[in-house]
């Protein structure tokens, strides 16, 4: 079992910043990518940014130098730097990872957080 908390939602005004957090725990070997999707309100969910284990990192071209994603190996944690938000990026953030738990057969797991919203409007 692989639990995903995330952090730091909330309401902030366009040209804000806000800075999510994700956090792994439970039966964990290793874990390979960290992603951040979010889905608006009648909108499918999408992919925000991800994270490899090597640090290699993507963006959605929406966001592209507005949000940096970056993560702690030490601490199972996943982060998303929001800067210079925007009314359309108003949505609830979803953390997903996948890696391999630390059971005796090293079962591979993607895991989804519960979400945060994130409110952008003046």
């Known amino acids: 079992q692989v639990q995903l908390v995330e952090s730091g939602g909330g309401l902030v005004q366009p040209g804000g910043s806000l800075r999510l957090s994700c956090a792994a725990s439970g039966s964990i070997f290793s874990i390979y990518s960290m992603d951040w999707y979010r889905q608006a309100p009648g909108k499918q969910r999408e992919l925000v940014a991800g994270?490899?284990?090597?640090?290699?990192?993507n963006y959605a071209d929406s966001v592209k130098g507005r949000f940096t994603i970056s993560r702690d190996n030490g601490k199972n944690t996943v982060y998303l730097q929001m800067n210079s938000l925007k009314p359309e990026d108003t949505a609830v953030y979803y953390c997903?990872?996948?890696?391999?738990?630390?059971?005796?057969?090293?079962?591979?797991?993607?895991?989804w957080g519960p979400g945060t919203r994130v409110t952008v409007s003046s």
């Open positions: 997903n990872v996948d890696g391999l738990t630390s059971t005796s057969d090293f079962l591979p797991f993607n895991s």
């Open positions: 994270i490899t284990s090597g640090g290699t990192t």
